[in-house]
């Protein structure tokens, strides 16, 4: 049984080239790009395109009115493909890129709270 079987059905031969994945959606179609790190001289393609539709379905909005409203729902085998890719991404990620997405995320949460800091105390100027 193949590592990771959804990909395999999807044609993804070699997984352990894959470096990125990018999702986005247009319309009712989902889009899914494979990204790869190949060798180099390599004649495979660096990346590759999968397009998921997504089913729709019929929900009550309001059970007093009976209102319905149409919900286009991601497709679960799409799902699936993400979670493999996840987990060959997440496993490839070094001890240097970790660090470099914590540190990029504290300035964030700096920038946030230093921001949030300056109208509070505006605030507290209006009110004095």
Request: glycine letters at 4%; zero cysteines; proline letters at 3%.
């Amino acid at each position: 049984m193949a590592k990771f079987p959804i990909l395999t059905e999807m044609g993804v031969n070699k997984p352990e080239e894959i470096s990125r994945y990018t999702l986005h959606q247009i319309g009712d179609v989902d889009h899914l790009r494979i990204i790869y790190k190949r060798k180099k001289n390599s004649l495979l393609p660096v990346s590759k395109r999968f397009k998921f539709g997504r089913s729709q379905k019929m929900v009550v909005v309001d059970s007093g009115t009976r209102k319905t409203e149409t919900v286009h729902e991601i497709s679960p085998f799409l799902l699936k493909a993400v979670a493999e890719l996840d987990l060959i991404v997440k496993r490839k990620r070094s001890k240097k890129d970790l660090v470099r997405d914590l540190e990029e995320e504290i300035i964030r949460i700096e920038e946030d709270m230093g921001s949030h800091m300056a109208s509070l105390r505006a605030l507290i100027d209006k009110l004095d």
